[in-house]
């Protein structure tokens, strides 16, 4: 499967962005998917995930109560509330055949990436 990123873009402190994930070249369905971000110097961290049926999710606590996970046939979609400074990264997504992960090394396919920036 391939997947593309996008949505990113600069946003004032307290704004929201919508991230989207295109995939193509199989049937999305299979996959698990899950949102990651990294900054330089920094580890890609895990941000949000979904499962197949997209009725089991999970945040990472930093996100929680402003970040959400959806997903619509072949798009799995990342919606940034209440966006702050250090939410700044580039933000990844990425594919399993497997189960929801927080580990970025459970994941088998990833996009290439989008940059989101806040502004104080």
């Known amino acids: 499967v391939q997947l593309q990123a996008s949505g990113g873009g600069l946003v004032q402190a307290g704004g929201s962005l919508r991230l989207s994930c295109a995939a193509s070249?199989?049937?999305?369905?299979?996959?698990?998917v899950g949102w990651f971000r990294q900054t330089p110097g920094k580890e890609r961290e895990f941000v949000a995930g979904?499962?197949?049926?997209?009725?089991l999710t999970d945040l990472a606590d930093s996100v929680k109560g402003r970040f959400s996970i959806s997903r619509d046939k072949n798009m799995v979609f990342l919606h940034m509330n209440s966006l702050k400074p250090e939410d700044t990264a580039v933000y990844y997504c990425?594919?399993?055949?497997?189960?929801?992960?927080?580990?970025?090394?459970?994941?088998?396919?990833w996009g290439q990436g989008t940059q989101v920036t806040v502004s104080s």
């Open positions: 990425a594919a399993s055949q497997e189960f929801i992960s927080t580990w970025s090394t459970d994941y088998e396919y």
């Open positions: 070249g199989s049937t999305f369905v299979r996959y698990v």
């Open positions: 979904i499962n197949r049926s997209g009725r």
